[in-house]
């Protein structure tokens, strides 16, 4: 376990001994919500692609930047971010309420880990909520109580699919997904 890894909130679904994606991606920013089993696979990852890191950080500056130019060039209020991983610095909901406090954001994310960090954050942000879900089921997801009674799926919306489709298997049709989802969209 890494030297702060036992802040992770104590829950049944979260299995300390193997590796999720999300707190990979956590180890690989420079962050402190994941263990040790997790930092090993980021050594592997590294031992391949040794730019790893970077590229996580250069994704997050992208989501920051994609998110900002939305909210205050193009005015969008609404962001349905799926597989969002867990809370960094300069989450979408910060980034977007910096600019319109009443901007409105659901996270969604299969590990549950990213719904116990993400709830103890926003215990105080009644524009944001976290839904744990699976982004490989667009019906589910447009049809979650918490999302349709959060967000107005008739009016503009940011669907944001920022580093999760290649998790998605080609068995799985993301292209088919993907479609589900642009479909839907207002
Ligand atoms: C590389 S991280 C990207 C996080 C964030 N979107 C970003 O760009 O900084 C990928 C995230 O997708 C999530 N994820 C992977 N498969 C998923 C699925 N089927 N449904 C929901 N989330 C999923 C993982 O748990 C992880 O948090």
Partial sequence: ?????????PSAKLDPTKPTVARIYDASL?????YEVDRQVFEMIKQVAPY?????????RF??????????????????DLGSGLPTVQNTHEVAQFSNPEARVVYVDIDPICNVHGRALLEENEFTRFVEGDLTKP????GHPEITGHLDLDQP?????IGTLH????????????RAYIDALP
């Fill in 1 to 9: 376990m890494s030297d702060t890894a036992h802040e992770i909130p």
């Fill in 30 to 34: 420079g962050g402190k919500d994941h």
């Fill in 52 to 60: 790893q890191g970077d590229v996580s950080k250069m994704n997050r």
């Fill in 139 to 142: 019906e589910t997801i447009l």
């Fill in 63 to 80: 989501l920051v930047r994609v998110v900002r130019y939305l909210t205050e060039i193009a005015g969008m209020d609404q962001y349905l």
């Fill in 167 to 178: 998790h998605v298997a080609d068995e799985e049709d993301p292209v088919g997904i993907m």
């Fill in 157 to 161: 919306l940011v669907l944001m699919q």
